[in-house]
């Protein structure tokens, strides 16, 4: 039997509070000068491995996953590689089955972008874990979609503010994060 997670007796401002102490505790924000996927550089790093890692991490973001999920029955879906520990964890810890949508198909076995069962028609809710551009977010959408799934919404863990979440809506996505770069740096510009 599936239980409710302790965190949905917790206001939004206490998970958002308690994962961003677990982030830094999971020493997950670094900051000097980094390199972005997306060819760009920055002076702070969120570590995805690091906090995904963290059990304790883990553990919050997919119990506030979870909490902010409680208002659908949507599939769920993690875009690979990053966000697979992050929809496992929340889809056990909701009893509901996931899929992975890969950016590009496989080259080998069954060549599927999509991996777990689909079915026409059903409702899906991407996670994951970081949006800086919100490009491979689109992607696993547009995989997902192709594959047949109704996409509206992409939960992140955290939206670094850097145009995901209006590339998303061009593509009719809303975007929702637990925390966003200004809560997440607030301590650090306050000192």
Request: proline share 3%; glycine share 8%.
């Amino acid at each position: 039997m599936v239980t409710d997670p302790p965190c949905l007796g917790m206001t939004d401002d206490e998970r958002r509070s308690e994962l961003i102490a677990a982030l830094r505790a999971a020493d997950a924000v670094r900051f000097g000068e980094f390199e972005l996927s997306h060819g760009g550089t920055s002076d702070y790093y969120v570590d995805k491995y690091l906090f995904e890692t963290d059990p304790d991490a883990l553990r919050l973001v997919s119990e506030a996953f979870a909490a902010r999920l409680a208002d659908t029955d949507a599939k769920l879906a993690g875009v690979a590689l990053g966000a697979v520990p992050l929809v496992a964890v929340t889809a056990a810890e909701m009893g509901r089955p996931y899929v992975i949508a890969r950016k590009q198909a496989k080259e080998y076995g069954t060549g599927n972008r999509i991996e777990g069962r689909l079915d026409e028609g059903e409702e899906v809710v991407v996670l994951e874990d970081i949006a800086t551009t919100g490009q491979s977010a689109v992607d696993a959408v547009e995989a997902l979609r192709e594959a047949g799934a109704t996409v509206n919404r992409v939960l992140v863990v955290v939206d670094r503010e850097e145009g995901a979440e209006e590339l998303l809506a061009e593509h009719d996505i809303e975007l929702e994060s637990l925390l966003t770069a200004t809560e997440l740096l607030a301590e650090r510009d306050a000192e």
